[in-house]
């Protein structure tokens, strides 16, 4: 019940295409869901994030969608550049900062 | 202010040799995250500390690792007689007290040969 599902594995975009990564979770006790960018030899960078009281949350070319019925939330990269090809990390935690649970990951090519 | 600070950045240690991993977490954070992530695999969480207290070690192998977060100083992750599966990358984060969000340091790159 803890885990949180994410797919694809690996994306390839073409240069301006729109990158979607998803992501799916069991407890309906995490209320705070945030996306992560690692690129290599880096640590993981909180991208953006979004809670369960709103349908989704635009920042740039980022932008969250969550659908609490479904308990499914999703990460819409538009205008994606090879600047963005990175590994990225959906998480699903509770305000109480426990539990804080990782996806396995999305390893996005962006094709120049 | 700066982030979350780990050293050191890489690690080389013999089998059967003690590593240890310093984190010291960004201005103001109490509470400290490990995490252990292999080569092209996610984050796998180890241990969720506050200030002198352990609050969740279930990701944490029960022998060879260990955690501490005292009163004063960095956090330190300790793993005993390592072996060549132990090598990874170990990721500290950070939070502050009723903060959502965690922040990761850069990382400690252990290679056990």
């Known amino acids: 019940q803890q885990q949180v599902k994410q797919s694809p594995q690996s994306l390839i975009v073409q240069k301006g295409g729109i990158s979607i990564i998803n992501c799916a979770y069991e407890?309906?006790?995490?209320?705070?869901f945030p996306w992560y960018q690692q690129f290599p030899g880096k640590g993981p960078a909180l991208l953006i994030a979004?809670?369960?009281?709103?349908s989704e949350k635009k920042e740039g070319r980022f932008t969250i969608s969550f659908n609490k019925s479904a308990k499914q939330f999703s990460l819409h990269i538009m205008d994606s550049q090879p600047g963005d090809s990175a590994t990225y990390f959906c998480?699903?935690?509770?305000?109480?900062?426990?539990?804080?649970?990782f996806g396995p990951g999305t390893r996005l090519s962006v094709l120049p | 202010n700066a982030g979350v600070m780990q050293n050191p950045r890489h690690l080389v240690r013999r089998r059967g040799q003690e590593a240890r991993l310093r984190c010291s977490p960004m201005?103001?954070?109490?509470?400290v995250y490990w995490y252990r992530q292999l080569p092209e695999e996610g984050l796998k969480f180890m241990v969720y500390?506050?200030?002198?207290?352990?609050?969740?070690e279930s990701g944490m192998p029960k022998e060879r690792f260990s955690a501490e977060f005292p009163k004063e100083g960095p956090s330190i992750l300790r793993i005993q007689q390592v072996v060549r599966g132990d090598s990874a990358a170990y990721f500290c984060?950070?939070?502050?007290?009723?903060?959502?969000?965690?922040?990761f340091g850069e990382g400690s790159w252990l290679t056990v040969v």
């Open positions: 500390l506050q200030k002198e207290n352990i609050i969740d």
């Open positions: 984060a950070s939070r502050k007290t009723n903060g959502n969000t965690i922040y």
């Open positions: 201005k103001g954070h109490s509470h």
């Open positions: 979004i809670r369960p009281d709103v």
């Open positions: 998480a699903a935690s509770m305000l109480s900062g426990q539990n804080f649970v």
């Open positions: 407890n309906t006790a995490f209320d705070y």
